[in-house]
């Protein structure tokens, strides 16, 4: 596995394995690595003949409060990781390297697709994620790019962007990997404390209860599920930042359940903010991002 850290290096390679007609991957991250990447990682391995993984902690993502400066950074048990799932190559660029003359033209996501959930809680994020994965796509030119459903968001306005920009690059959702009670693998579950972390579990228990609400007891209003789920959030004692159930593609809030819903939901748990989310179907309750 080789470690590149120029974008003239990581272009090069790409131009040799376009002339050998190899199909690659990608799997762009933020490092801290953990199953769910890796998961990520093994799917590319699979389906591709090359694959490069990308690890950057971008701060053009992180709002002005938020953890860019203690952000998880651990390159050699991250490149270890990606040696042993089978990754051809590690991308590592450094600040100045991706932005030379710092942040300049970047790109806006969908209006329509950023007035909730994260897009309203932390303006500016999904611009940063967008100018970055579009930055990265130009230098890697991956034929497929892997992210997993635990952004739901961020999914939803990369696809927007491959297609209104017209990216040559397949995009594939992979679902989300969980700890054994349910608690969605995040780089940022590092930050809890033992007793927070037991209090994290609250999320994926508030997203399921919605999705027995709406399978079994077939609540349609929105109104009623959010406010079970404030309930089981606040009596484990994390502090609600959004819960809010939308339709999958547009991201429109509803009011009542007809068809497929995304639940989206974002909690702090003491200064650390986690997000989940789960598509329910209520004839089918919990389905995939795969099956949408
Ligand atoms: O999901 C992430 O880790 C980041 O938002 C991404 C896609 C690597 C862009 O920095």
């Not at 090069?12 to 190899?22: C, M, P, S, T």
């Not at 389906?47 to 203690?70: A, M, Y």
């Not at 230098?139 to 635990?150: D, E, M």
């Not at 209104?164 to 990997?177: A, C, G, Q, S, Y």
Request: hydrophobic share 40%; glycine share 8%; proline share 5%.
């Amino acid at each position: 596995m080789q470690i590149i850290r120029k974008k003239s290096e990581m272009k090069d390679l790409r131009g040799i394995w376009a002339r050998e007609g190899r199909v690659v991957g990608f799997v762009p991250t933020m490092g801290a690595l953990h199953k769910g990447h890796i998961t990520l990682v093994e799917r590319s391995v699979a389906e591709c003949d090359r694959t490069v993984v990308s690890i950057f902690v971008n701060p053009l993502q992180f709002g002005p409060k938020e953890d860019f400066g203690k952000y998880p950074r651990r390159e050699k048990a991250d490149c270890e990781m990606c040696e042993k799932a089978g990754a051809d190559v590690v991308f590592i660029p450094t600040v100045e390297e991706m932005y030379p003359r710092g942040s300049g033209t970047v790109v806006e996501p969908h209006p329509a697709l950023v007035s909730g959930m994260c897009g309203a809680k932390r303006p500016g994020h999904f611009r940063g994620v967008l100018t970055v994965v579009a930055k990265l796509f130009n230098i890697v030119q991956p034929n497929v790019a892997y992210f997993g459903q635990k952004d739901y968001q961020q999914c939803c306005v990369i696809e927007q962007m491959v297609l209104d920009l017209d990216f040559p690059v397949k995009l594939v959702f992979v679902p989300t990997v969980r700890e054994p009670d349910g608690l969605a693998m995040s780089s940022r579950n590092e930050y809890l404390s033992k007793e927070e972390r037991k209090k994290s579990v609250c999320l994926y228990k508030a997203l399921k209860e919605a999705e027995r609400m709406i399978v079994n007891e077939k609540e349609k209003e929105v109104s009623k599920i959010v406010e079970r789920m404030k309930e089981i959030v606040q009596e484990a004692g994390g502090r609600i930042d959004y819960i809010e159930i939308v339709e999958p593609k547009s991201l429109r809030k509803v009011e009542s359940i007809e068809e497929s819903v995304v639940i989206g939901i974002a909690v702090f748990i003491g200064s650390t903010r986690l997000i989940d989310n789960i598509i329910v179907c209520p004839n089918r309750g919990e389905i995939f991002c795969d099956a949408l």
